[in-house]
């Protein structure tokens, strides 16, 4: 016949030599008892801690013993549920041994685990921005592409602005008794801004980076800090 309170009690004594420094009884009757279990430290000194408290029952170790998480630092809800589960695991599979060393050990195994992978989420999210900050200095780099569909909409834009210009422009000389111009001088002056759109487009591709000298002719219409700007980036938020 097995004598239960004989093994109890040699395994507390042994218990006791092995965690002097976070072993704890708390009760005799029954023999209920905490062990504190610590990961081992991570790179930047990142611990998790678990307070462990065990109740031997009339027939451990042929019956699991009661297990609770008493105390803890560092863990979430779910690593708390993953080592109870733990327990009951490592419980079931030393059945007819003493197994709180075996029980603490798994846990202490545990632990070390849950830090990996804080470590490694740690890593990842650092990664993930470097990323995002490679991706946004890239596209910075690159300029503005553009569709012909994108840029003939921002350049209809851009037409009306400069007929609206054209007009306050041409309102402001008659008004300062220069003489109106004709129809054909204000084609010749401003005829060549509408021109070779279409066909520089369908040349460079579908897709092409917008540039600045295909306006260079702008310059021709004297324009003065009032009127219409020229960016290509507004296309975007267009």
Known sequence: MTDYVEEQRNELEAIESIYPDSFTVLSEDPTSFTITVMSDAAENGDTVEATLKFTYVAKYPDEPP?????????????????????LNQQAEENLGMVMIFTLVTAVQEKLNEIVDAMKNRREEEKLRKEKEAEEAEKVAFQGTVVTIENFLAWKAKFDLEMA????????????????KLTGKQLFERDHNLDTSDIQF?????????????????????????????????EMDSD
């Not at 980076?209 to 800090?225: P, R």
């Open 66 to 86: 009661l297990w609770e998480i008493y105390s803890q630092e560092n863990l979430e809800d779910g690593d708390m549920e993953d080592i109870l589960t733990l």
């Open 164 to 179: 609206e210009f054209r007009q306050k422009k041409q309102k402001e000389e008659e008004q300062a008794g220069k003489p």
């Open 201 to 233: 487009l369908e040349d460079g591709g579908n897709n092409v980076e917008v540039d600045e000298s295909l306006f260079q002719d702008i310059e021709d219409l004297d324009l003065d800090e009032d009127g219409p700007t020229f960016d290509p980036l």
